[in-house]
């Protein structure tokens, strides 16, 4: 079964702090993906990668960054936390084709104050 | 562009009653349509896709979906839930050309089941 590992469940920060979210996947998987999920909102694209190294914005790019310099390990940073961006986080990974499902970490409840 | 439709933000049901979660999409290409479930506090986790062949596919949990071209439809149904099926339901399609990376999901339905 594939494994997507997100290293916190619960994390609370302050406003400006610098935030760092790790996911890892221990199926190979290309593509890799960073969510925010927000009540009535559904699930929201922040970032994607297809490869080492390779990120493209996703829907709601703005006040985050991601880093991918292993092909198993992705991470979302939150350059200047600010309130707005306490959120549910999910990470997810799949092969890279459309007919195949993503598979989700648990998610990281994230709360800026 | 794509979107999807949940058309009903939470359908709350008694345990043993049948359920219907009703999802349209829009697409200007083809699409491949899937449904996840949430339970609390967890990941979204596959229940079904479909890609081709029989419009009736059959997922894990009992559950099943019918995909409709003509109405963009893709409702999942159960004919008879628990009480462990209280969880969000989310759909989902992915452009088939898009390398695995343009997927859109809804925005999630809320199931409850009361005993």
């Known amino acids: 079964d594939v494994k997507v590992t997100q290293s916190s469940r619960y994390l609370v920060k302050r406003t400006g702090e610098k935030v760092f979210l790790e996911c890892v996947q221990d199926?190979?998987?290309?593509?890799m993906f960073w969510y925010r999920q927000d009540p009535g909102l559904g699930l929201r694209l922040i970032y994607f990668s297809y490869d080492v190294k390779m990120k493209e914005k996703g829907d709601i790019p703005e006040g985050y960054s991601v880093s991918r310099e292993k092909k198993e390990r992705f991470s979302l940073i939150l350059e200047s936390a600010s309130t707005n961006q306490t959120s549910m986080y999910l990470c997810?990974?799949?092969?890279?084709?459309?007919?195949?499902?993503?598979?989700f970490g648990d998610g990281t409840r994230l709360s800026i104050l | 562009a794509q979107s999807v439709t949940q058309l009903d933000s939470q359908v709350p049901v008694f345990e043993e009653a049948p359920v219907e979660l009703r999802c349209n999409y829009s697409?200007?290409?083809?699409?491949?349509l899937f449904w996840y479930v949430q339970y609390p506090n967890q990941g979204l986790q596959l229940l079904l896709k479909y890609l081709s062949g029989s419009t009736l596919v059959k997922g894990i949990n009992g559950f099943e979906a019918e995909f409709n071209k003509s109405q963009t439809s893709f409702h999942l149904r159960k004919p008879s839930v628990h009480i462990s099926d209280t969880a969000e339901y989310f759909c989902?399609?992915?452009?088939?050309?898009?390398?695995?990376?343009?997927?859109?999901f809804g925005a999630g339905t809320r199931l409850f089941v009361k005993a």
């Open positions: 697409s200007s290409v083809s699409v491949y």
């Open positions: 199926m190979d998987h290309e593509n």
């Open positions: 997810a990974s799949s092969l890279p084709f459309s007919n195949q499902p993503q598979h």
């Open positions: 989902a399609v992915s452009d088939q050309g898009g390398g695995g990376f343009k997927t859109i």
